[in-house]
């Protein structure tokens, strides 16, 4: 059993050697150095007290204090205090908006597609989220993308997997109970599902979704959140407490606005560039899948001879082979013709027969020697 005193003692070094590696860093000890080591926490700036600034932002604050242009007694500390403060809240107002239109500019396409895809990991398990998905144009894109996977494998391998087959109910939104046990079928219709899927997810997005996203990226733009990322929503809040706090000071600097003549007017919108505009990896266009129009019938298939054999099954048999086919079926039907031929005559014949024992037995019975009605 261990001593209690022996594990005291091992604590009291343990304690002792930690207090001794502590003297050995403590970190700066100058003005510049403790400033220094401030600016390793900095990450965007827009929020704390305004101690650890970029050069780039100081100099933004340098020049918003003079464009506020406060009259007040700068060897007052704390008159000076508030000017700075003003200056950086006006500041930091400013950037975090230009971080949330520079967010709308240059992520708009990138962001959507990241919250569709996390989106599409609750597939397996909620059949709601297919319909989820084409509510917006990323999300409509990330379907094809998956159809456009499986109908590839259908035109290569003829089949899916299991689990190929699970995406497949997914993407339809089909919960697990309603799914049947895996059939035997044919792998070419379900190549015109697949394709007529595709071409109504296209349909969606040209008929509605595409100028819905285009004009939701215009209001995110302008301010509208639109974006409800946790970094859209922080920014948002920075935007918020910057503006607040700047009317304050504001107001205690005695700051009012100076008269002065109209606004200038809007300036014109710049004409589009002119010529293809590249598009980018992102916005390559997939090829078109090309469905034939339901009005027009497909070409009838070749067949052997009028034995309506379709082409695929006797396309590789040697000409002698297709010769004696050919032939067999040629004895087959003049063998068929020679029946039906015979069946007509036996028919008639039997006709026949059965008309003159009915006029017999109207006529009554012929006496012997006499003539045979009608002269016969």
């Known amino acids: 059993m261990p001593d209690w005193r022996t594990d005291q003692v091992r604590r009291l070094k343990a304690d002792e050697a930690r207090r001794r590696n502590a003297q050995k860093s403590t970190g700066p000890k100058t003005p510049e150095g403790k400033a220094k080591s401030r600016e390793n926490s900095s990450v965007h700036g827009l929020s704390g007290k305004g101690v650890v600034l970029s ?11 003079s464009e506020i242009d406060a009259r007040i007694a700068r060897d007052d500390c704390v008159s000076a205090q508030i000017e700075d403060q003003a200056a950086l809240a006006s500041v930091r107002f400013e950037l975090s908006q230009d971080v949330l239109r520079r967010r709308v500019r240059e992520q708009w396409d990138a962001l959507r597609r990241k919250e569709a895809a996390k989106l599409a990991e609750q597939l397996a398990d909620h059949p709601w989220v297919a319909i989820e998905l084409e509510q917006t144009t990323q999300g409509v894109d990330w379907k094809i993308e998956r159809w ?30 309603e799914r049947l046990p895996d059939p035997r079928f044919a792998w070419e219709d379900h190549v015109t599902l697949v394709t007529l899927e595709i071409e109504r997810l296209r349909r969606l997005k040209s008929e509605g979704l595409d100028e819905m996203d285009a004009r939701e990226r215009f209001e995110a733009e302008v301010g509208i959140p639109h974006d409800q990322s946790k970094e859209a929503q922080l920014y948002r809040r ?14 205690q600097l005695l700051i009012q606005p100076t008269p002065g003549g109209p606004p200038p007017a809007p300036s014109p919108i710049p004409d589009p560039p002119q010529g293809p505009a590249d598009p ?29 054999m379709p082409y695929r099954y006797w396309k590789d048999w040697p000409q002698s082979r297709i010769d004696r086919f050919l032939k067999q079926q040629a004895e087959k039907k003049a063998g068929q013709q020679a029946e039906a031929a ?4 036996a028919g008639a014949n039997l006709e026949g027969s059965h008309g003159r024992q009915g006029s017999n037995r109207l006529n009554g019975p012929t006496p012997t020697g006499a003539p045979p009605p009608n002269g016969g």
Do not use: C
């Open 280 to 308: 980018g990896p992102e916005a390559t266009p997939v090829a078109e899948l090309k469905v034939p129009p339901e009005a027009a019938p497909p070409p009838p298939e070749r067949t052997l001879g009028d034995s309506g």
């Open 55 to 65: 050069p780039e932002v100081r100099h933004a604050v340098e020049t918003r204090r």
């Open 238 to 251: 920075y935007e918020k407490e910057n503006w607040s706090k700047y009317e304050k000071l504001v107001k």
């Open 148 to 177: 456009e996977f499986l109908l590839e494998r259908l035109r290569n391998v003829h089949q899916w997997t299991s689990a190929q087959r699970d995406l497949a109910f997914d993407l339809n939104g089909v919960p697990k109970m």
């Open 342 to 345: 015979s069946r007509i005559e």
